[in-house]
């Protein structure tokens, strides 16, 4: 008998990857808030705070990737599934799929994300550009 995670389940575990995401990402968000902050001023530790910051934030998104990515390679959810309660597995062996699987998996997942933001922007701007009003 085979269970289906639901899609409540789903959503929050989505949610849950996402939420982790954001906050990785929190230290880019704090540089460019300085840079912004620091334009106009001559001091170079605006400069070098930035980069720390960015350099930070570049290492949280590495490390939250690869960890997603063993977590779900070896036990078959990432941090999401986990908190959610499911995970995913191979139909035929119900074993975690691996670790090419798992990136194709999460590739995949980046792929569409991406595609579905492109494509909103895309549509935006158009609607945008086609109102008198330019709103």
């Known amino acids: 008998m085979t269970l ?3 899609v409540g389940r789903r959503i929050s575990g989505y949610i849950v990857d996402v939420s982790l995401t954001c906050v990785s ?3 880019a968000f704090a540089a ?3 840079s912004i902050v620091a334009v106009g001023n001559t001091e170079n530790s ?3 705070a930035f980069f720390v910051l960015l350099a930070l934030a570049v290492a949280l998104g590495i490390g939250l990737a690869v960890i997603q990515w063993a977590l779900l390679a070896r036990g ?3 941090v999401g599934h986990r908190v959610a309660g499911y995970r995913l597995l191979d139909s035929d062996t ?3 799929p691996g ?3 798992a990136f194709g998996y999460l590739a995949l997942r ?3 994300e991406s595609l579905t933001s492109v494509i909103g922007w895309t549509v935006t701007a158009i609607l945008a550009t086609r109102d008198p009003r330019r709103r």
Request: avoid cysteine; charged fraction near 5%.
């Open 110 to 112: 980046h792929i569409i």
């Open 46 to 48: 605006h400069t070098t």
């Open 4 to 6: 289906h995670a639901t």
């Open 25 to 27: 990402a929190l230290p």
């Open 94 to 96: 119900a074993i975690a």
């Open 99 to 101: 670790w090419s699987r």
């Open 32 to 34: 460019i808030g300085l």
């Open 76 to 78: 078959g959810g990432t």
